[in-house]
Each structure stands twice: as structure tokens, then as C-alpha cells.
């Protein structure tokens, strides 16, 4: 029945563990207990093994059922999206974008472009292995540089991911251009 806190000290303690985070449940209606761990530091990073449980001193009031440890593997996987893209619109290319940039830093390395006067970026939530996507609308500028059909972004990659999935990344267009062209950037877990 060891607290939260306990767990992770123990673990944080052995030498091939960095830093984990530590939830418990419980206790359920035989009085157990679960504890949820996640790894979050780069040392522990990709799919990684089971813990091997060892149950030396577990006893239970039961004599029937006796205490029972089980492992599964749950919530993410090892496999998290990281990594660069460029965009490409009408010739000029970007600075490096993370996989995890914030709105204001798309934006920013868009409308570093001569070809592209004001934008807005929104952002997503991320997904379940780190992917995002970007919904840049063109807005309204005084050259008239944004009027019309906008060409698509082109985009190249620089993204990995964990073992057993390439990320990919998308352009779509959400609403063909009249006065503001609407098209959005996802990076997803891929196939």
C-alpha cells in the first residue's frame, strides 16, 4: 500500500530510471491498489519494457486467493513525435519549425517570408504521440498579396518518431481562398 510518493522515490532510486511520475488508485473493494507510471524524462524515452515485479512479502487475509501483481502496459507508448519541418510557400522556405511549436511561433516563421504578409495561427491540442495541427487563415493586407486562391503549403519533414512509426505531415486546404484562404499543417503518428 505504498503512497504515490513512496513508489517514485523507490524507483527514481535504481539506476537505469530518471524521472517518473506516480499516480495510485485505489484501495479497490479487497483493499488494492494500482499505481500508474509514466516516464518523463529523455533517458527513459522510447517503447520501453516491463517492470519486472518481484512479490517477496505480499500477504494477504485470504488464504484462498493470495495477493496478486500484474503489469500492463498502457496510456501513451514510447513512440513520441519529435523533431523539425520546414514550410514551403511560393519559393521561399522557413526556419526550422519543432514538431511542438506554439501558434505565435509558426506564425512568426511565416510571415518571416516576403512572400506571405499576415497570417493567424491556431494550434490543436495534442494527440496521444505528440502531433499537432496548425490552421493558418491569410488575412487581409493592403497589397492585396493574400486575394484569391492561395497555392498549398509544401512542407518537408524532419520528424521521428519511435520504434515502428514514421510521422507524416499534411496540407489541407480548409476553405479555398475568395478573400481569406484557410489551410492547415498536421503532424501526425503516420504509418
Known sequence: NASASELQSHLEKLPSVERVSVHRRGPDDQNGFSWEIEFT??????????????????????DIGGAKIEISSGGRDGSYIDGTFTVEFEGEITTAIPSDADAV???????????????????????????YTWTISFLDDDSRMHHGDMPDFIVQSYLTGGSGFTPSLNVNEKRKGTLKEVQKITVTAGG
Open 41 to 62: 524524462s529523455d533517458g527513459n524515452s522510447g517503447n520501453l519494457d516491463n517492470i519486472i515485479l518481484h512479490g517477496a512479502g505480499l500477504k494477504t487475509t485470504n
Open 105 to 131: 511561433t509558426v506564425k512568426a516563421a511565416l510571415e518571416a517570408l516576403s512572400t506571405i504578409g499576415n497570417v493567424d495561427v491556431a494550434r490543436s491540442a495534442v494527440d496521444v504521440v505528440g502531433g
